[in-house]
């Protein structure tokens, strides 16, 4: 069948993303050899969510699957049935609340799903009971993100139900960072220490899990204290190491978005470009066209502030970022229709990543990479 293919694209390179999984399985190997007195290797439990992070889930987990990845993670029920239906026969562990009115998921696709509320444990025990069936389940503990969990501090009034409810096996307890990638606060280390008397006080209360998760990438990278039985990476796995840290680990970017010069147009000095006619020309300049913008997740934001790669060479964008245009000064260069672009990624010597871009538009890069669009095609 042969089709069209639009010139803006996203390339994903399995490969790269492969490499990076390996590279965090030597990376908690060799650390645990070194610091921790023969310690177990923690696991991984990779994180797919959101479409793998704008990269596309099934692709991404059949590829992290035949890496040797054991356990995936999702945010729903749904993203985690997508991934059943492309294949994927990894554990799937769903970290989201459950919608209290369909778990049926769970059962016909074989999830792992988190208990997070009360409420959550309930309809799961009734879901389970209905089917004559023991299910095992992660149970989240909010050790200070406030958002979903157990309270830390209320445990023996939430965990009793939970514990006699006798289709439920609780498998592993875990808990999720709120200021990881910020060395600063002193949050993560209060985190830890209220999930460290946690797990102590669980037995008491009739919970042995065989399994404590807790370092999502930041924290996987900051401290191996966090590391437990499992670690939880998501943007690491994409080739991203969370700012502002650092990292010796050898990732490769796996997302690359690229597209083509369209037109390339002369303005005169004093003509403005695009809408809200936002850039003047103050001298004779070229302009090249190239057929991406925000409805293809390129932040308005990037307007003045972002490059993109010509020819091997930075060229700034200019005026307004359009929806399905953007415009760039192509002033000083050779450029023709028909050159590649490259939003990120790179070329030649040059290289734009996704650190770069969310710095440059003051937000952080699972947001440029989650918003990468839906008409975008994924390239593998
Ligand atoms: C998204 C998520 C992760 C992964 O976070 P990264 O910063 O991408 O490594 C880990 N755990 C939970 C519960 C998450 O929601």
């Not at 023969?38 to 590829?63: E, L, Q």
Request: net charge positive; aromatic share 6%; glycine share 8%.
């Amino acid at each position: 069948m042969s089709r069209e293919r639009r010139c803006t694209f996203a390339h994903v390179d399995l490969p790269a993303l492969q490499s990076n999984y390996r590279a965090v399985a030597e990376f908690l190997a060799a650390q645990t050899g070194v610091e921790g007195g023969g310690k177990k290797v923690p696991g991984i439990i990779s994180v797919v969510k959101a479409n793998a992070y704008g990269h596309g889930a099934p692709a991404v987990a059949r590829a992290l699957q035949d890496a040797g990845a054991k356990v995936l993670a999702c945010a729903d029920i749904e993203e985690a049935i997508v991934l059943r239906n492309a294949g994927v026969t990894a554990e799937i562990l769903v970290f989201g609340a459950l919608s209290v009115s369909d778990v049926a998921g769970v059962f016909d696709y074989s999830l792992t799903p988190t208990i997070s509320t009360p409420g959550a444990g309930r309809s799961l025990q009734a879901a389970a009971a209905a089917r004559g069936f023991r299910l095992r389940c992660h149970l989240k503990i909010d050790t200070g993100m406030n958002r979903l969990g157990l309270r830390f501090d209320n445990l023996e009034r939430t965990i009793p139900e939970i514990v006699a409810s006798k289709n439920i096996e609780v498998d592993a307890v875990y808990t999720h960072f709120a200021t990881a990638d910020d060395p600063e606060l002193p949050l993560f280390h209060e985190q830890r220490e209220r999930f460290e008397r946690v797990l102590a006080q669980l037995p008491r209360l009739g919970v042995n899990p065989k399994l404590r998760h807790a370092a999502n990438s930041a924290a996987t990278l900051r401290d191996s204290r966090v590391w437990y039985d499992l670690v939880r990476p998501g943007l690491m796995i994409y080739g991203v190491v969370p700012p502002p840290l650092a990292s010796t680990i050898p990732l490769k970017p796996v997302m690359s978005l690229r597209s083509r010069v369209v037109a390339v147009k002369g303005v005169r000095p004093g003509e403005t470009v695009g809408y809200g006619a936002l850039w003047t020309a103050d001298r004779p300049s070229r302009v090249a066209v190239v057929p991406a913008g925000y409805a293809d997740g390129l932040d308005r934001r990037m307007a003045g502030t972002c490059p993109v790669l010509i020819r091997g060479r930075r060229a700034r964008i200019v005026g307004a970022v359009s929806m399905d245009m953007i415009t760039v000064d192509v002033t000083d260069m050779h450029v023709e229709p028909g050159d590649e672009v490259v939003m990120i990624g790179v070329q030649g010597d040059e290289r734009i990543d996704v650190r770069e871009i969310s710095s440059a538009i003051a937000t952080n890069p699972y947001e440029v990479l989650c918003r990468i669009g839906t008409r975008i095609e994924r390239i593998y």
